[in-house]
């Protein structure tokens, strides 16, 4: 993630349309834990998980993290009215 986040087209999207939480793996808050527990086949770090505005989940996945791959999962998670 560290060198996928910072890529100018990857940042312009977090930046129009989410707010980026990073969770220590070692010590997650609860609400982190109970989303990743609803990520089916999580078994490798990191965690990209997206959530609602009531931070209910909606979709993620785990292991690498391709900035093609991240681009087209903000792509279709955008949420609506975001950037306008």
């Known amino acids: 993630m ?3 986040v910072p890529r100018p ?3 312009e999207l977090l ?3 989410y707010v980026a939480v990073a969770s220590d793996c070692d010590d997650p808050e609860d609400e982190v834990m ?10 490798m770090l990191p965690f990209v ?3 609602d505005a009531d931070g209910g989940f909606v979709d993620g996945y785990s292991g690498v993290v ?3 791959y991240l681009l087209k999962k903000l792509n ?8 306008e």
Request: aromatic share 4%; net charge negative; glycine share 10%.
């Open 9 to 11: 087209d990857v940042a």
């Open 66 to 68: 391709t900035p093609p």
């Open 15 to 17: 930046q129009r349309g």
């Open 76 to 83: 279709e998670h955008m949420p609506a009215g975001a950037g």
């Open 49 to 51: 998980l997206f959530a």
């Open 2 to 4: 560290e060198a996928v």
């Open 34 to 43: 109970a989303l990743a527990a609803k990520l089916e086949d999580a078994m």
